[in-house]
């Protein structure tokens, strides 16, 4: 069985010519249509994806029956047919191979998924998948890349899995695998540049957040009481925000807080909760 990859012919030489194994299945389609390994289409070849690495996306990006599962270049469904058997998901699959995604639609009936599975013939890049809390996905770097954009205004915390190709300097939070099953994960994270005004509690009140970012890489400095201080060990991870600093009088605090667009709400810690706090984005 196959995942659509979009790709060269010098890209399939290079896989093809490691002799790995890719999937188990010798017949890759249906008596209505039967595929062939490397066959071209709008811009694409077929690699098949083996059902090891499959599992390990979707255990990797949590999958649970709560999700919303998007497959971009679906091939034969096997994603997102995976999807919905093994993790009780609803899910969907773009195909832009009008054979190819008939297929899928096929192969989801005959596993009784009609209902949990649902895939469109369409262009990935014309397609709303906005929806999806997980996307997977096996498409080049440059694919990737123009996929991007998209990628970074989901939802935070919607959890992505490549197969084989990262998104150049957008780090993966996770890779798993290795060689040609190799994959990569990355949760998508809240927007926070800019400056904040901390309100409620007494420590806090009136402080001011500056915030830089690059992805899921966070930076910045809290001004207390005119006294301005670099945060430390600030991570972001979808739409957590977490981050150290010393305060004016010499005592280590730490912040937790959810992101919600141009707010924030969460607590001051020090050993325990200290008190809550709350910010609001004004540049």
Known sequence: MLHTLLGSLTVSIALFGTGAVFANDSKLGDDVYEPSVGQGGKDVIWVPT???????????????????????????????????????ARSYGIEFNPDMAALATRNAQRQGLADKVTIINGDIFQEDFSEATVVTLYLLPSLNLKLRPTLLDMKPGTRIVSNSFDM????????????????????VPAKVQGTWAIEGGVELDKAE???????????????????????????????NLVFRFTNPAGKHRVAELKVAGDRMVGNLLENTSLEEISASRVK
């Open 50 to 88: 083996p059902d090891s690495l499959i599992k390990q996306m979707l255990d990797r990006a949590d999958v649970q029956p709560t999700d919303i599962v998007y497959d971009l270049g679906a091939g034969d469904g096997k994603i997102a047919i995976a999807a919905a058997r093994d993790y009780g």
């Open 209 to 239: 957040l500056n915030l830089t970012q690059q992805f899921q890489n966070v930076g910045g400095s809290i001004t207390i009481h005119g006294e301005t201080t670099p945060l430390l060990s600030a991570k972001l991870s979808g739409d």
């Open 168 to 187: 150049a300097d957008w780090e993966p939070d996770d890779t798993l695998g290795k060689d040609y099953t190799q994959g990569y994960f990355w949760i």
